[in-house]
């Protein structure tokens, strides 16, 4: 009787399990076809991932391609919280491998219920080899459980401090933060794709869809203006002016007074944009962001000015024996020894008088003066956009002027001007009256067209006054270029103290602002030195700082000089002679001084052909032409010192790189004919 009991108990249980397995198809199917919402949060939230797909930054070049801003690969390590096991141990691995944390915070960070937390963003080499030795990533870079190493892109500056303050920097995550970084950085930036990822067991992005991925969009290249062989150039000359004089910063511009084109922005102190330590104080691009009182380099513009409103440049103004009294307070001559009685305004320029500038400025009187500094581009922004600019600023116009403040407007004190300002109100004068906009970005299709703000014919006035100051006699002596005419204006201008609200008697901004006159390329320098020791006058200082900085620009860009040059001299294998072999090479002539200005150096060329001298050898045709020149070895010399040696020839350089000379074409002791373009490799001294 117990058998019909057992079917019946089996048949209860088929019954119920069918009733189960029928609910379980049917949710199944339910979900499968109608789906639950509620369920797919879940899935969504343990399985995918949104992932941004990051494009690669563009990278930055200077006027001939050498690249000043690139990408590198680096590896981060990151953690999905959930799966680390041994968190205590791990955490102290971390602590003692990376140093950035100390165990607490990794534990901390651990203890998140998010599934990604970065650890360490983008680790060195070293750091990756601890993480080896550790164990926590082995020789193929598998990492313990929860831990993965994710890859990134790295802003790398490959020359380091160059032009720093033009690029700029960026974050951690490549976002430009200063400089042209910062302004073009949606430019530079590209295309980010934001897409959803797989995660697999351990919470890492395991797939994703290669098509979406690939619609991320690199960065466009940006071109500058800057040359970078001459950026290096004038750099080193302004960090030795900064140790010569004792001042506490610096600033260079060097401006294609046509076209407005950078092509070079140098400012002391400096910083490594591959460094984030550097100080805010040396990350400043004060050529753009700083303002400062210019002083006499203005007196230049006041007498535009005047040539404008009928004086001549021998129009002579009385010098008031070297002081005058306005409103109780007295213009003086920067030295006690000037007592100046007549000046023509030629002289006034020439000797720098404040005092006559004085009185020019109170003839032309207030709305003039006012006019005329807007006009020149002050109290506005250059027009380049760089981040941070000032525009600067004129005396308030909401009340009348008092005569004092239009008479110190003269000679430059009583406003706020850039060096850029300064600049490019210069370039006027050298381009025929043009007021041109600075560029940094090298694509002439948005160059806009500059606007005449001057005649030609009171520029060229100007233009000779300029030149007066660095002749015998001038207070810009010492600006002066051996075989080029240069025209330029020295100014000594005080600072105010912060703590007493007055001019210092102690503290001055020196500066020089010119450019060589009858050359094929007009090229305007202004050097800044703030706060020089001992001699601070703009003539002992600043004035020499330009006359550096146009030698390396001449030699650069291979600019003829105005005049006959004297021979000049390098150290290696150190050879100067006024003797030149014939073309049979065993007979020698003494050169004129014709021929000499056009060489600048020479060598005899019967030296054995296993000698590589750093001169030029030549052989003439009748009448002093060169018919052919063999070149020297080039190896091991700084750019500078090859444009010594080249200075006078009719040769072309293009150089690449920064650093010193590793390579040349046309070899050593190869013969070119006149006019051959001379191409240098430049990089570290370890490839020597």
């Known amino acids: 009787m117990e058998l019909p009991n057992f079917k019946l108990r089996l048949t209860s249980v088929f019954i119920v399990f069918l009733f189960i397995f029928s609910a ?42 050498e690249p000043l801003a690139i990408n590198t690969e680096v590896m981060s ?25 100390s165990k607490a915070k990794f534990l901390a960070k651990f203890k998140e219920t998010r599934d990604f937390v970065w650890l360490k963003r983008k680790l060195t080499d070293k750091e990756l080899q601890s993480l080896k030795q550790s164990g926590l990533l082995d020789t193929q870079l598998r990492t313990l459980p929860g831990l993965w190493l994710v890859r990134e892109s790295n802003r790398y500056y490959p020359h380091g401090e160059l032009a720093s303050h033009v690029l700029g920097s960026v974050n951690i995550d490549s ?15 590209g295309t980010l794709v934001n897409l959803t990822a797989v995660k697999d067991a351990l919470g890492r992005p395991a797939f994703y869809d290669p098509s979406i991925a690939g619609s991320a969009k690199d960065g466009d290249e940006v071109q500058l203006t800057i040359d ?46 591959n460094h984030t330590t550097a100080d805010l104080g040396a990350r400043r691009n004060r050529a753009f962001t700083d303002g400062y009182e210019p002083g006499s380099t203005m007196k230049a513009i006041l007498l ?31 030295e006690s020894h000037e007592k100046f009685e007549w000046l023509s305004l030629m002289d006034m320029i020439k000797v720098s008088s404040n005092v006559v500038s004085a009185k020019i400025a109170l003839k032309l009187g207030r709305n003039k003066m006012l006019e005329l500094y807007q006009r020149f581009g002050f109290e506005q922004k250059s027009g380049t956009n760089f981040p941070g600019e000032i ?11 008092q005569p004092l403040t239009v008479a110190t407007l003269g000679f430059g004190q009583g406003l706020l001007a850039t060096p850029i300002q300064v600049a490019r109100a210069y370039a006027v004068f050298i381009n025929g009256g043009y007021l041109v906009s600075p560029k940094l970005i090298l694509d002439k299709s948005k160059y806009d067209e500059p606007k005449r703000i001057l005649s030609p014919a009171v520029a060229e006035r100007v233009l000779s006054a300029l030149s007066a100051v660095t002749e015998e006699g001038g207070t810009g002596g010492n600006a002066r270029l051996s075989g080029y005419e240069i025209a330029g204006k020295t100014g000594t201008a005080q600072t105010v103290d912060p703590k007493t609200r007055k001019y210092s008697k102690s503290r001055y901004i020196a500066s020089f602002v010119g450019f060589p006159v ?9 050097s800044q030195l703030d706060d020089p020791r001992g001699v601070y006058y703009a003539s002992e200082t600043a004035a020499p700082l330009f006359r550096e900085v146009l030698a390396a620009v001449t030699r650069r860009f291979s600019i003829p000089a105005s005049d006959e040059v004297s021979p000049l001299v390098v150290s290696k294998n150190v050879i100067s002679q006024k003797t030149l072999t014939n073309e049979k090479g065993n007979q020698s002539q003494t050169l004129n001084e014709k021929s000499l200005a056009a060489l600048s150096l020479i060598t005899n060329e019967t030296k054995s052909a296993t000698e590589t001298p750093a001169v030029v050898s030549v052989v003439l045709l009748e009448g002093g032409a060169v018919k052919r020149l063999k070149l020297p070895d080039f190896t091991g010399l700084s750019l500078q010192e090859a444009m010594e040696v080249i200075r006078g020839y009719p040769i072309k350089i293009r150089a690449r790189g920064v650093g010193t000379i590793y390579g040349q074409s046309p070899k050593a002791l190869e013969e070119v004919a006149p006019g051959s373009m001379l191409e240098l490799e430049l990089g570290d001294r370890q490839r020597l």
């Open 518 to 526: 009858k050359v094929s390329r007009k090229i305007v320098v202004l």
């Open 391 to 401: 525009a600067g600023f004129l005396p308030k116009r909401d009340k009348p002027w």
């Open 24 to 65: 379980i198809i049917y949710r199944a199917g339910y979900l499968q076809l109608k789906g639950d919402a509620r369920l797919s949060r879940l899935e969504r939230k343990q399985f995918h991932s949104k992932i941004l797909v990051a494009a690669r930054r563009g990278v930055m070049l200077d006027r001939t391609g």
């Open 175 to 189: 976002v430009g933060q200063e400089g042209l970084e910062r302004q073009f950085d949606s430019r530079l930036a």
């Open 77 to 101: 390590l990151a953690a999905n919280p959930k799966k680390v096991a041994k968190r205590v141990s791990t955490a102290t691995l971390l602590a003692n491998v990376l140093g950035n944390s």
């Open 228 to 273: 970078a062989s001459l950026q290096y150039m004038v750099e080193q000359t302004l960090k030795q002016a900064i140790s010569r004089t004792g001042a506490q910063s610096g600033t260079v511009i060097v401006m294609d007074a046509e076209n407005g084109e950078l092509l070079s922005v140098a400012n002391y102190p400096t910083f490594n944009p």
């Open 304 to 334: 535009a000015g005047a040539l404008e409103n009928g004086m001549q440049l021998s129009s002579k103004i009385h010098g008031e024996f070297g002081s005058i009294r306005i409103q109780g307070r007295t213009i003086s001559e920067s």
